[in-house]
C-alpha cells in the first residue's frame, strides 16, 4: 500500500488457518446458502425446520418458574457483579444434585463446571484435549460444533459411523478400528441430535467397556438429556463411571427451551478419582478461569430453576414432541423421494435419507433444499453440512399446525419434482 511513498507491510494479514478450517464445520455456513434461495417476496411466511431452537412456539414457551426465578435473581440486586466462586457454588451445587438424581453414586458442585450454554461446554473440552499428535473419535452423523472446535486446535479427527438399520447405534467395530495409541475420547451424543435416537443401557454399558478397554475416555454429549419419549427410557453415561470415567456436557437449552440464555456445564462423573488423577481436572479448572463463564444472574437462578420447575412442565413438552415427532414421521413416510429409516425417541431431530434418482431435475441435498427454500419456502437442513450427502435434518420442534403445513410443502415439492419414471 502507497502511503505519502512509504509502503506498509501489515504483519496481521494471515489469520489463523485452522479457523478457516473449523468455520467449514457450521450449520450457520450451509445454513446462510440455503436462506439466500428464499424468494423475499413470497407469498407464503417462511417456515424454519432447520434449526433447534423451539423458544418463539408459544406451545413450547419456557417454564412460568423458570422466568420468575430469572426475574428474582436480576430484581435481588444480588447479582450484579463479576461472577465469583462464591456465586457460583449454589449454582454447581444444584447442577450436581440435578445429575446425581439419576447415577448410582453423587457427584459434587467440585465436578461441576459452569459454561455459557452447551457451546462453551464443547468449546472447553475440546481447549483441554485438543492439541496436535493427538486424535478424537465423533459420530458421524455428528453436531458440527464438536467437529469444529477440535479442528480448531489440531487435533485430529476421526469419524466412527452411526448405524441406521440399527436405530443409530454407535459402530463399535469402527470405534475400536480408529482408535490408536494417540486417541484421548469418544465423543458420544444420546439423546442424539442429529438423528433422534436413544441409546439403550445395554448399547451404553458397551461403549463404556470399549472405551475402558482402549483406555480413552467417553465424552457424552447429553444437552437433550431427558428429552425422550419412546420406549427407551434416558440414561445418562455417567451411570458407568466406574467403568471409564465420563465427562457429560449439559445444557437448560433444550429442556428447558431456552437456548438464548446461555447456561450449561461439564460435568466429571468419576467415582473413582481418574480425572484427578491424571489432572484433566486440573486443566478444566485452569481453562474455565480464565474464560468468562454464564452472566452471574443467571448463575444465581439456576438453583430455583432446577428446583421450582413442575413435573408438568417437563411433561407437556416430552407429550409435544411425541406428538410432533409423529406428525412428522407420518409425513415423510408418505413421501416417495424421502425415507426415515428410524422414528425418532428423542431430541428435536430427525435424518431423513434423499433418494434423488426419483427427482428429474434435482442433483443432490444441497439442490434439494435450495429449491425448497426457494419454491416452499420451507428451510430444511442439507446433510452435507453434517457429512452425510444426500440426507436432510429436520427438526419437528415447532408449533404443530406450523409444521404440517410445512411438511404439506414439502409433500407437494417433491411431487412436482417427482421423475417420469417413477
Ligand atoms: C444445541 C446443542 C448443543 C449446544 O448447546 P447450547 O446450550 O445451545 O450452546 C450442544 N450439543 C448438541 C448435540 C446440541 O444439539
Given at each position: 500500500?502507497?502511503?505519502?511513498?512509504r509502503s506498509?507491510q501489515?504483519?496481521?494479514a494471515?489469520?489463523?488457518p485452522?479457523l478457516?478450517?473449523?468455520?467449514e464445520?457450521s450449520?450457520?455456513k450451509?445454513?446462510l446458502q440455503?436462506?439466500?434461495?428464499?424468494d423475499?417476496?413470497?407469498?407464503?411466511?417462511?417456515?424454519?425446520?432447520s434449526?433447534?431452537?423451539?423458544?418463539?412456539?408459544p406451545?413450547?414457551?419456557?417454564a412460568p418458574?423458570?422466568?420468575?426465578?430469572l426475574?428474582?435473581?436480576?430484581?435481588?440486586?444480588?447479582?450484579?457483579?463479576?461472577?465469583?466462586?462464591?456465586?457460583?457454588?449454589?449454582?454447581?451445587?444444584?447442577v450436581?444434585?440435578?445429575?446425581?438424581?439419576?447415577l448410582?453414586?453423587?457427584?459434587?458442585?467440585d465436578?461441576?463446571?459452569?459454561?455459557?450454554?452447551?457451546?462453551?461446554?464443547?468449546?472447553?473440552?475440546?481447549?483441554?484435549?485438543g492439541?496436535?499428535?493427538?486424535n478424537?473419535?465423533?459420530p458421524m452423523p455428528?453436531?458440527?460444533?464438536?467437529?469444529?472446535h477440535a479442528?480448531f486446535?489440531?487435533t485430529e479427527?476421526?469419524?466412527?459411523g452411526?448405524l441406521?438399520?440399527?436405530g443409530?447405534?454407535?459402530?463399535?467395530?469402527?470405534?475400536?478400528?480408529l482408535?490408536?495409541?494417540?486417541?484421548?475420547?469418544?465423543?458420544?451424543?444420546?439423546?442424539?441430535n442429529?438423528?433422534?435416537?436413544?441409546?439403550?443401557?445395554?448399547?451404553?454399558a458397551?461403549?463404556?467397556d470399549?472405551?475402558?478397554?482402549?483406555?480413552i475416555?467417553?465424552?457424552?454429549?447429553e444437552v437433550?438429556?431427558?428429552?425422550?419419549?419412546?420406549?427407551?427410557?434416558?440414561?445418562?453415561m455417567?451411570?458407568?463411571?466406574?467403568?471409564?470415567?465420563v465427562?457429560?456436557l449439559g445444557a437448560?437449552s433444550?429442556?428447558w427451551?431456552?437456548?438464548?440464555?446461555?447456561?450449561?456445564?461439564?460435568a466429571?462423573?468419576?467415582?473413582?478419582g481418574?480425572?484427578?488423577?491424571?489432572?484433566?481436572?486440573?486443566?478444566?479448572?485452569?481453562f474455565?478461569?480464565?474464560?468468562s463463564?454464564?452472566?452471574?444472574?443467571?448463575?444465581?437462578a439456576?438453583?430455583?430453576?432446577?428446583?421450582?420447575?413442575n413435573?408438568e412442565?417437563?411433561n407437556?413438552?416430552?407429550?409435544?414432541l411425541?406428538?410432533?415427532?409423529?406428525?412428522?414421521?407420518?409425513a415423510?413416510d408418505?413421501?416417495?423421494?424421502?425415507t426415515c429409516?428410524?422414528k425418532p425417541?428423542?431430541?428435536?431431530f430427525?435424518?431423513v435419507?434423499l433418494?434423488?434418482?426419483?427427482?428429474?431435475?434435482?442433483r443432490?441435498?444441497?439442490?434439494?433444499?435450495?429449491?425448497?427454500a426457494?419454491?416452499?419456502?420451507?428451510?430444511?437442513?442439507?446433510?452435507?453440512?453434517l457429512?452425510?450427502?444426500?440426507w436432510?435434518?429436520?427438526t419437528?420442534a415447532?408449533e404443530?399446525?406450523t409444521?404440517?403445513q410445512?411438511?404439506?410443502?414439502?409433500k407437494?415439492f417433491c411431487r412436482?419434482?417427482?421423475?417420469?419414471?417413477?
Amino acid at each position: 500500500m502507497e502511503d505519502g511513498g512509504r509502503s506498509t507491510q501489515w504483519r496481521f494479514a494471515a489469520p489463523n488457518p485452522t479457523l478457516a478450517a473449523a468455520g467449514e464445520r457450521s450449520i450457520q455456513k450451509a445454513l446462510l446458502q440455503v436462506h439466500a434461495c428464499l424468494d423475499e417476496r413470497g407469498p407464503r411466511p417462511v417456515i424454519a425446520l432447520s434449526h433447534g431452537d423451539p423458544s418463539s412456539a408459544p406451545s413450547f414457551r419456557t417454564a412460568p418458574e423458570a422466568e420468575e426465578a430469572l426475574v428474582a435473581a436480576v430484581r435481588s440486586g444480588e447479582y450484579n457483579g463479576y461472577p465469583t466462586p462464591a456465586t457460583g457454588l449454589p449454582a454447581r451445587r444444584a447442577v450436581a444434585e440435578y445429575l446425581s438424581r439419576d447415577l448410582p453414586y453423587m457427584i459434587s458442585h467440585d465436578d461441576i463446571f459452569l459454561t455459557c450454554g452447551g457451546s462453551q461446554a464443547i468449546e472447553t473440552v475440546m481447549s483441554v484435549f485438543g492439541q496436535a499428535g493427538v486424535n478424537i473419535l465423533l459420530p458421524m452423523p455428528g453436531y458440527p460444533k464438536h467437529e469444529a472446535h477440535a479442528v480448531f486446535h489440531r487435533t485430529e479427527v476421526r469419524h466412527y459411523g452411526l448405524l441406521p438399520e440399527r436405530g443409530w447405534e454407535v459402530d463399535l467395530e469402527a470405534v475400536e478400528a480408529l482408535a490408536d495409541g494417540n486417541t484421548v475420547a469418544v465423543v458420544i451424543t444420546n439423546p442424539n441430535n442429529p438423528c433422534g435416537s436413544v441409546y439403550t443401557y445395554e448399547h451404553l454399558a458397551k461403549i463404556a467397556d470399549m472405551a475402558s478397554k482402549l483406555g480413552i475416555l467417553v465424552i457424552a454429549d447429553e444437552v437433550y438429556g431427558h428429552l425422550v419419549y419412546g420406549t427407551t427410557p434416558f440414561v445418562p453415561m455417567g451411570v458407568f463411571g466406574e467403568t471409564v470415567p465420563v465427562i457429560t456436557l449439559g445444557a437448560i437449552s433444550k429442556r428447558w427451551a431456552v437456548p438464548g440464555w446461555r447456561l450449561g456445564w461439564i460435568a466429571t462423573c468419576d467415582p473413582k478419582g481418574i480425572l484427578r488423577k491424571t489432572k484433566v481436572a486440573d486443566s478444566l479448572r485452569s481453562f474455565i478461569s480464565i474464560i468468562s463463564g454464564p452472566a452471574t444472574f443467571l448463575q444465581g437462578a439456576i438453583p430455583h430453576i432446577i428446583k421450582n420447575t413442575n413435573d408438568e412442565f417437563y411433561n407437556n413438552i416430552v407429550k409435544l414432541l411425541k406428538e410432533t415427532a409423529e406428525i412428522c414421521y407420518d409425513a415423510i413416510d408418505e413421501i416417495k423421494c424421502i425415507t426415515c429409516p428410524h422414528k425418532p425417541e428423542g431430541s428435536f431431530f430427525m435424518m431423513v435419507k434423499l433418494d434423488v434418482s426419483q427427482l428429474s431435475d434435482i442433483r443432490d441435498d444441497v439442490d434439494f433444499c435450495s429449491k425448497l427454500a426457494k419454491e416452499e419456502s420451507v428451510i430444511l437442513l442439507p446433510g452435507k453440512s453434517l457429512g452425510m450427502e444426500n440426507w436432510l435434518r429436520t427438526t419437528f420442534a415447532s408449533e404443530p399446525p406450523t409444521l404440517k403445513q410445512g411438511l404439506d410443502r414439502v409433500k407437494s415439492f417433491c411431487r412436482r419434482h417427482q421423475s417420469q419414471a417413477n
